[in-house]
């Protein structure tokens, strides 16, 4: 994939007007039309996996070009749009108490699909998998407030979330989707926009999977003992040098080495963890249940990101298993030109062009209508155009 230029996603105030709303959900909803007409529910799902086309989709409808609100002003206006037309794939959640409401829509949805309480589960893990990936195994300074799952009705599934970093005033937008990877638990992705980089703890990486085999290995150990060596390396890691090498007692499969040897100086993602009995029960909690994989360890309740970046100093400092610290925002891109289709509704690069906007309406409106009457004149004359689209918004 070939991408140039850039785009952050600022965090902006204010709101849509309500004749601008309007013709953006009829814009949309013409776009939507035809892309189903051609591509069918997976190919509308392919493309809102992709950060590229999802943001040249915000921008050609005329919201802000580098909002923070590209993500939930667009998502909703999609699953609006999708539900008006009703259509075979849904959108389920949005922005703040509305992704606490995603299993009860997901469930809903499938219903009206006709699709199987067993696939409504499935959809329900992925959309909390999800959910704990970018925040607990990708722990990037991005605080989630906005989720959404889109599905369709053979259960193929992208979900799209976005976390608010106050302290840099700007927003990170996550897409994962059914096709991107073979286990949620390791890159995921099929893209992340953002326009900054750092070093973060990034348990999804590849390189991290000997940490993540440590992490198991630890929850599935003696509560006290692993509390005790958090509160080890709580104290090793504030400068306070013990009188013995640790010892783990019986365990040989891990080769345990000295931290006093180690520049801790080069563990970025510390913080001090907090020895609290609360940690001490979720240990208990999480023993008691001795989960075998990743995900059942993430699903089980209360499990946040501060114990798994407790167990990952553990894997780090004691067992010689660091995880990455690489950030896995994909490639920068350049979403501006698509603004320049009908404006955008911060004046850049121009006020919206009203007149413009409900012409472009009306040609989609035309082509939807000739194709179910059976003429497919103006619809082979957009296929023509997409020869002229950039090629990393056309999977």
């Given at each position: 994939?070939?991408?140039?230029?850039?785009?952050?996603?600022?965090?902006?105030?204010?709101?849509?007007?309500?004749?601008?709303?309007?013709?953006?959900?009829?814009?949309?909803?013409?776009?939507?039309?035809?892309?189903?007409?051609?591509f069918g529910y997976e190919g509308l799902l392919r493309r809102l996996s992709n950060p590229l086309w999802f943001q040249a989709f915000n921008n050609a409808i005329g919201m802000d070009w580098d909002s923070s609100g590209s993500t939930t002003v667009t998502t909703a206006i999609i699953k609006e749009v999708l539900n008006e037309l009703n259509l075979g794939v849904r959108i389920a959640?949005?922005?703040?108490?509305?992704?606490?409401?995603?299993?009860?829509?997901?469930?809903?949805?499938?219903?009206?699909?006709?699709?199987s309480t067993s696939v409504a589960n499935e959809l329900t893990r992925y959309s909390k998998l999800s959910a704990k990936v970018d925040t607990v195994l990708l722990q990037d300074g991005f605080t989630l407030y906005h989720h959404v799952i889109a599905f369709d009705e053979r259960?193929?599934?992208?979900?799209?979330?976005q976390g608010m970093n106050a302290d840099l005033k700007l927003?990170?937008?996550?897409?994962?989707?059914?096709?991107?990877?073979t286990t949620i638990h390791e890159e995921p992705h099929s893209g992340i926009s953002s326009d900054y980089k750092g070093v973060v703890l990034n348990l999804l990486d590849r390189e991290s999977?000997?940490?993540?085999?440590?992490?198991?290995?630890?929850?599935?150990?003696?509560?006290?003992?692993?509390?005790n060596m958090i509160t080890y390396v709580n104290r090793m890691l504030k400068g306070v040098r013990g009188l013995d090498e640790y010892s783990l007692g019986g365990r040989n499969t891990r080769n345990v080495g000295s931290i006093s040897r180690l520049d801790i100086r080069n563990i970025p993602y510390y913080r001090p963890v907090r020895l609290t009995q609360e940690l001490l029960f979720?240990?208990?909690?999480?023993?008691?249940?001795?989960?075998?994989?990743?995900?059942?360890?993430?699903?089980?309740?209360?499990?946040?990101?501060?114990?798994?970046r407790a167990l990952s100093l553990i894997s780090e400092l004691i067992y010689r298993e660091p995880p990455s610290l690489n950030d896995p925002v994909t490639h920068p891109y350049d979403p501006f030109k698509y603004s320049f289709i009908v404006g955008g509704k911060d004046g850049v690069p121009f006020p919206i062009k009203r007149e413009l906007m409900i012409s472009v309406i009306k040609e989609l409106e035309e082509v939807v209508k000739d194709?179910?009457?059976?003429?497919?004149?103006?619809?082979?004359?957009?296929?023509?155009?997409?020869?002229y689209a950039p090629q990393e918004l056309t999977p």
């Open positions: 994939m070939s991408l140039s230029g850039y785009a952050d996603l600022p965090l902006h105030s204010g709101h849509v007007p309500q004749w601008l709303a309007n013709l953006m959900k009829s814009l949309a909803k013409g776009i939507l039309k035809v892309l189903v007409m051609e959640g949005g922005k703040g108490k509305a992704a606490l409401e995603t299993p009860n829509e997901v469930l809903r949805y499938c219903e009206e699909l006709s699709m259960g193929r599934w992208v979900v799209i979330q927003a990170r937008r996550y897409h994962i989707a059914w096709y991107s990877s999977r000997g940490c993540k085999d440590v992490i198991l290995d630890l929850v599935r150990d003696e509560p006290k003992k692993v509390f979720k240990l208990k909690n999480v023993y008691e249940v001795s989960p075998s994989t990743i995900e059942e360890l993430l699903l089980i309740p209360n499990v946040g990101g501060e114990l798994f194709s179910e009457l059976g003429s497919k004149e103006k619809l082979i004359l957009f296929r023509n155009l997409r020869k």
